[in-house]
């Protein structure tokens, strides 16, 4: 009789342990909710996580607050997401440089993978070559041949050590066969800022950032990273198309969550998001900054993320780009 009993007491424990987490979760979110960005304001994942934010506070009924976390190529930013409680109140705005991040770093405190939960994929952005405007290079091939004559190595800025314009360096660099020096920054803001005031010689950032710069007349695009033009800059070619057969490196950002995040606030999150992703308003902001809205499943998320660990976990091994 008192077995009976002890199994009914339980049995109401896991029922009312139900019934308030269901509570919780209905009345989320019930305070301000933080959007983590990985690097410092300025660069294509901060621009991108504002236009969100903003326009994300409105149906939740609650501020969005976007917090620059950089540093470590994305991966403090990332673990400071995973450590924190998962109710749904503080997102990461992730993106490509996480999953090769997964490979460059051998001592991670978080597993990308296994730890977030892929909410949507925001927007693909593709990168471009660009290069300060004083340079007397007009093109591609003028330019390696400039990088080949010059000594001591050119140098090339990246928001990070494991980013994929750090990869992108390296691979251009094997490819041509050239020597250029890396040198890391915390976010494409203060990366922009030097190269406009000729401290590095080029970049390999996403168009974001760089594209009033480039209008302005104050850096030259050379080329863009991905299979197809930018319809943001129409006239500038690919690498398949300047020279390199084949290169198709481009970079996506999308919103994560703590693993335990519970499935109905990731399923009111996808919702909201994806019907301001999809909106039109949103979509002509998007294109305005060179980028593609996406909007896509949480499940496509991840299979965006398990594919992209695999390929660039070749590529960083190919490059032997490691850190502890």
């Known amino acids: 009789m008192k077995s009976f009993v002890r199994l009914g007491l339980c049995l109401a424990i896991v029922g009312l342990g139900l019934q308030m987490g269901g509570v919780q979760a209905q009345s989320w979110p019930a305070k301000?909710?933080?959007?983590?960005?990985?690097?410092?304001?300025?660069?294509?994942?901060?621009?991108?996580?504002?236009a969100l934010a903003d326009r994300l506070q409105g149906p939740l009924g609650q501020p969005v607050v976007v917090e620059n976390k950089?540093?470590?190529?994305?991966?403090?930013?990332?673990?400071?997401?995973?450590?924190?409680?998962?109710d749904g109140y503080?997102?990461?705005?992730?993106?490509?440089?996480?999953?090769?991040?997964?490979?460059?770093?051998?001592?991670?405190?978080?597993?990308?993978?296994?730890?977030?939960?892929?909410?949507?994929?925001?927007?693909?952005v593709p990168n471009v070559w660009v290069i300060n405007a004083a340079t007397p290079?007009?093109?591609?091939?003028?330019?390696?041949?400039?990088?080949?004559?010059?000594?001591p190595a050119m140098t090339y800025g990246s928001n990070g050590v494991g980013t994929l314009q750090h990869l992108i360096g390296t691979q251009l660099s094997e490819q041509f066969g050239v020597s250029l020096t890396h040198v890391p920054y915390k976010g494409s803001g203060p990366l922009t800022t030097d190269l406009i005031g000729g401290q590095v010689h080029m970049s390999f950032d996403t168009i974001t950032p760089v594209l009033p710069h480039i209008k302005a007349g104050k850096l030259r695009a050379l080329a863009v990273t991905s299979a197809k033009r930018s319809s943001a800059l129409p006239?500038?070619?690919?690498?398949?198309?300047?020279?390199?057969?084949?290169?198709?490196?481009?970079?996506?950002?999308?919103?994560?969550?703590?693993?335990?995040?519970?499935?109905?606030?990731?399923?009111?999150?996808h919702r909201?998001?994806?019907?301001?992703?999809?909106?039109?308003?949103?979509?002509?902001?998007?294109r305005d900054i060179g980028a593609e809205p996406i909007g896509d499943t949480s499940e496509e998320m991840a299979q965006r993320i398990a594919a992209d660990t695999a390929r660039y976990a070749q590529l960083v091994k190919k490059a032997r780009v490691t850190l502890d």
């Open 90 to 124: 503080t997102l990461l705005m992730g993106a490509v440089h996480h999953t090769i991040a997964t490979s460059v770093y051998k001592k991670l405190s978080y597993s990308f993978e296994r730890d977030f939960a892929p909410i949507t994929t925001v927007a693909l």
């Open 137 to 151: 290079a007009q093109d591609v091939k003028s330019m390696v041949e400039l990088i080949r004559r010059t000594q």
């Open 70 to 86: 950089p540093g470590a190529g994305a991966t403090l930013g990332a673990a400071a997401v995973a450590r924190a409680p998962a």
């Open 32 to 50: 301000p909710i933080t959007l983590v960005v990985p690097f410092s304001p300025g660069g294509t994942t901060d621009v991108l996580a504002r």
């Open 235 to 269: 006239e500038v070619p690919t690498l398949d198309e300047a020279a390199v057969k084949g290169f198709d490196m481009g970079t996506w950002f999308g919103v994560l969550a703590p693993a335990a995040t519970p499935k109905e606030v990731l399923s009111r999150l």
């Open 272 to 286: 909201e998001m994806v019907a301001i992703i999809r909106s039109p308003e949103f979509g002509q902001r998007m």
